[in-house]
């Protein structure tokens, strides 16, 4: 079992940052791939950003060059880092777990994940 807590959201301006951060306990967190997804209201659950356990990264296309993903195997901790904020990035934003698989599958779908957080919001105004 892994939990998953996030942390970090808020109001933010159009063009501003914010840092999420997403803390991993129960099991080791090197032998997990990391993703973020986000889910506005009305709309399915989006991927955003994904790292593996080998530290590749994965960005949807709307997020490359303005987010970045990055973990921190020894303080069991994912972050993503997001700048050049819009009004449309407005959503609850989740941290995912996926356990190390053989053959990997990819890191950009929900139902690979294994694990959830409960979600921060991220609010950007216009």
């Known amino acids: 079992q892994v939990q998953l807590v996030e942390s970090g959201g808020g109001l933010v301006q159009a063009g501003g940052s914010l840092r999420l951060s997403c803390a991993a306990s129960g099991r080791t967190f090197s032998n997990y791939a990391m993703g973020w997804f986000r889910q506005a209201p009305g709309k399915e659950r989006a991927f955003v950003a994904a790292i593996s356990w080998t530290g590749s990264t994965y960005y949807a296309d709307s997020m490359k060059g303005r987010f970045t993903i990055s973990r921190d195997n020894a303080k069991n901790t994912v972050a993503l880092q997001m700048n050049s904020l819009k009004p449309e990035d407005t959503a609850v934003y989740y941290c995912?777990?996926?356990?190390?698989?053989?053959?990997?599958?990819?890191?950009?779908?929900?139902?690979?994940?294994?694990?959830w957080g409960q979600g921060t919001q991220v609010t950007v105004s216009s």
């Open positions: 995912a777990a996926m356990a190390r698989r053989l053959i990997p599958t990819g890191f950009t779908r929900a139902y690979d994940y294994d694990y």
